[in-house]
């Protein structure tokens, strides 16, 4: 047990952890341009009548293969449990693929002898389109304008959203 714990790098819990170590700091800016260059959300006046869904920075280190640390990741996650059914969405959208067609397509592989090559997707959730009206506040530590005034309306789905 006490090797386990050697490899696992401590991840902050929250914002104000984060910010005191560059390499978080790294890690958001990445996921902030990101965020942007894929324009999944847009920055306006606060609406009277719209409820507003909370986010939440998560901070996790990836390691390689041989346990060594190969990158530091934030992501920018909404609170989806705050949602209503019915009110802030209608049906629940989740991009995971099924164990079954994982098997279908490693069995096919296996007998024609095609290679596998594995890579990892980082704006996956960003191709589900929003049509409804959901907003959410600004990430904390990139604000534009003001907290109280301004929110961000989602054009794109963000990890956590149903």
Not at 38 to 54: E, I
Not at 65 to 77: G, L, R, T
Request: glycine share 4%; charged share 25%.
């Amino acid at each position: 047990m006490a090797l386990m714990t050697e490899l696992i790098e401590i991840e902050p819990y929250s914002l104000e952890e984060a910010v005191e170590q560059p390499v978080w700091v790294d890690a958001m800016v990445e996921e902030y341009k990101s965020i942007m260059k894929n324009s999944v959300s847009k920055v306006v006046p606060r609406p009277a009548d719209k409820s507003v869904v909370g986010l939440r920075w998560i901070f996790k280190v990836k390691n390689a293969a041989d346990k060594s640390i190969e990158k530091y990741k934030s992501n920018f996650v909404a609170k989806g449990f705050s949602q209503v059914k019915g009110i802030d969405y209608e049906e629940i959208f989740s991009p995971i693929a099924r164990y079954s067609s994982i098997k279908s397509i490693l069995a096919l592989v296996m007998q024609t002898s095609w290679k596998i090559h594995q890579m990892d997707v980082k704006t996956s959730f960003f191709n589900g389109v929003i049509e409804d009206e959901v907003y959410i506040k600004q990430p904390e530590g990139f604000e534009t304008f003001d907290q109280e005034s301004h929110l961000c309306r989602l054009r794109q789905a963000l990890y956590g959203l149903k």
